[in-house]
């Protein structure tokens, strides 16, 4: 099985992905941006992961690339192939469909508690009805046509979302690791100003490593979801 992911910045990579993909043996390829916009053709990859970053999918100018990246993304969907996109990763899947992406009320950062969505249907993952998890974002997304709402929390609505069998946006980071964490504090934390949903640098940094655990559990959760329903 190939793995393909695509990076958008040095200090926001695979985290606890990494080793779920090692185990597996599987082959593993990425397209950083940052380093090379190069995409590879579709029929060779197996998954596709699409990482998180700081920009917006709507810096088109800015970032040319993301032109391009949404329009691969699309036709790995419509391939019918599995995709998993973080944050900004989720973003992209819900612009590549044609939904909106747009500044949320307010800024989301640090570990906040998401809520799972009930909901009735078959071949569709299911969260935790509550779960501590990592966030750093400031826009949101409305759900692309078809989706269905995983998760949502007090800050934000759309925090999940699975389109199809096997198609999952996350708005937070499962694949948090206390190395990932401090990367990105340290080439963000100009955005940790005080506000109701954004937590301080030692509020972030100080979370048991159980808390870790959780998520990347999850994350693996996630990643077998997807590796069943490969098709």
């Known amino acids: 099985m190939r793995v393909h992911y695509l990076q958008h910045v040095p200090f926001e990579g695979l985290g606890s992905?990494?080793?779920w993909l090692?185990?597996?043996?599987?082959?593993v390829t990425q397209t950083r941006f940052y380093e090379s916009t190069d995409l590879p053709d579709t029929k060779g990859i197996d998954l596709l992961?699409?990482?998180?970053?700081?920009?917006?999918?709507?810096?088109?100018?800015?970032?040319?690339?993301?032109?391009p990246?949404?329009?691969f993304v699309r036709e790995v969907i419509e391939s019918g192939k599995p995709v998993l996109g973080i944050c900004l990763g989720a973003q992209i899947i819900a612009s590549s469909m044609g939904a909106r992406v747009f500044p949320n009320p307010v800024k989301e950062i640090g570990w906040?508690?998401?809520?799972a969505v009930d909901f009735v249907a078959s071949d569709v993952i299911r969260f935790p009805p509550s779960e501590m998890v990592f966030h750093w974002h400031g826009e949101t997304f409305d759900?692309?046509?078809g989706a269905i709402q995983l998760?949502?929390?007090?800050?934000?609505e759309n925090q999940a979302f699975q389109l199809g069998?096997?198609?999952?946006?996350?708005?937070?980071?499962?694949?948090t690791t206390p190395e990932s964490a401090r990367q990105i504090v340290s080439h963000c934390r100009d955005e940790l100003v005080p506000s109701e949903y954004i937590q301080t640098e030692k509020e972030i940094l100080s979370v048991s490593p159980d808390r870790y655990k959780s998520i990347n559990y999850l994350m693996g959760d996630v990643l077998a979801f997807l590796e069943r329903n490969k098709g």
């Open 22 to 27: 090692e185990a597996k043996e599987y082959e």
């Open 112 to 115: 906040h508690r998401i809520h």
């Open 49 to 67: 992961v699409i990482m998180g970053g700081p920009m917006s999918v709507n810096d088109e100018d800015k970032y040319p690339w993301l032109v």
């Open 17 to 19: 992905i990494k080793p």
């Open 69 to 71: 990246e949404k329009q």
């Open 151 to 156: 998760a949502q929390s007090d800050a934000c």
């Open 143 to 145: 759900l692309p046509s």
């Open 165 to 175: 069998k096997s198609v999952i946006g996350l708005q937070f980071h499962l694949e």
